[in-house]
């Protein structure tokens, strides 16, 4: 099972501004292990979209971006868009599993 | 271009073992570390192993520890993954992930293969 926890789902009209949460614990986020987000489009491979925490790959748009604070990290996406329909996953170290960790996921929907 | 295509996939019965394999080309794979990622039909992504840019440090999901092994061949530009002792919830797309560093620990996942299916039944 998962250990960072997310929305199973979040929604936006076009436009708008969606906020999704990656919740984690001491032995993870709040160890000081950053946190990276994927998008994964409906039947491809996931994609790279924010790495440490708040940094763009060459060609994610900057409407995209990333934080953490504590035990969480956070992605968001202003000016929403149709294509921005996904599937998004966070994902840290874990010095307790010691391996690497994904959130459980979050479905985004444009109204 | 980075391209990782993975292969090897398939229908296999419980207890049975199965090789998946990741070639990889667009870089210089011994100067990165590499790992297994696998999903579920219909859930989300889990991360299986890592092995590190010359091979000598391997890290496993207690999932797996002890049923399956990462490796490499340098020479080939291929990374495997051996599956021992199949179990119907090892089902899954399998993807092949570079690393952007060269232990693979606490980085993350910079290019993924398309991904092969494994169907233990």
């Known amino acids: 099972q998962s250990v960072l926890t997310q929305p199973p789902s979040v929604s936006g009209a076009p436009g708008q501004r969606v906020t999704i949460s990656c919740t984690g614990s001491n032995s993870n986020i709040g160890a000081g292990y950053d946190v990276h987000w994927y998008q994964q489009l409906p039947g491809t491979a996931p994609k790279l979209l924010i790495y440490g925490n708040n940094n763009r790959p060459s060609g994610v748009p900057d409407r995209i971006s990333g934080s953490k604070s504590g035990t969480s990290g956070s992605l968001t996406i202003t000016g929403l868009q149709a294509d921005d329909e996904a599937d998004y996953y966070c994902q840290s170290y874990d010095n307790s599993l010691s391996g690497e960790v994904f959130g459980t996921g979050t479905k985004v929907t444009v109204l | 271009q980075v391209q990782l295509v993975e292969s090897g996939g398939g229908v296999v019965q419980p207890g049975r073992s199965l090789r998946l394999s990741c070639a990889a080309s667009?870089?210089?794979?011994?100067?990165?570390?590499m790992h297994w990622v696998r999903q579920a039909p219909g859930k989300g992504l889990e991360w299986m192993a890592v092995?590190?840019?010359?091979?000598?440090?391997?890290y496993y999901a207690d999932s797996v520890k002890g049923r399956f092994t990462i490796s490499r061949d340098i020479s080939k530009n291929t990374l495997y993954l051996q599956m021992n002792s199949l179990r119907p919830e090892d089902t899954a797309v399998y993807y092949c992930a570079r690393d952007i560093t060269i232990f693979g620990v606490a980085g993350h996942f910079d290019n993924w293969g398309q991904g092969t299916l494994v169907t233990v039944s």
């Open positions: 667009g870089f210089t794979f011994s100067n990165s570390a």
């Open positions: 092995i590190s840019y010359d091979g000598s440090n391997k």
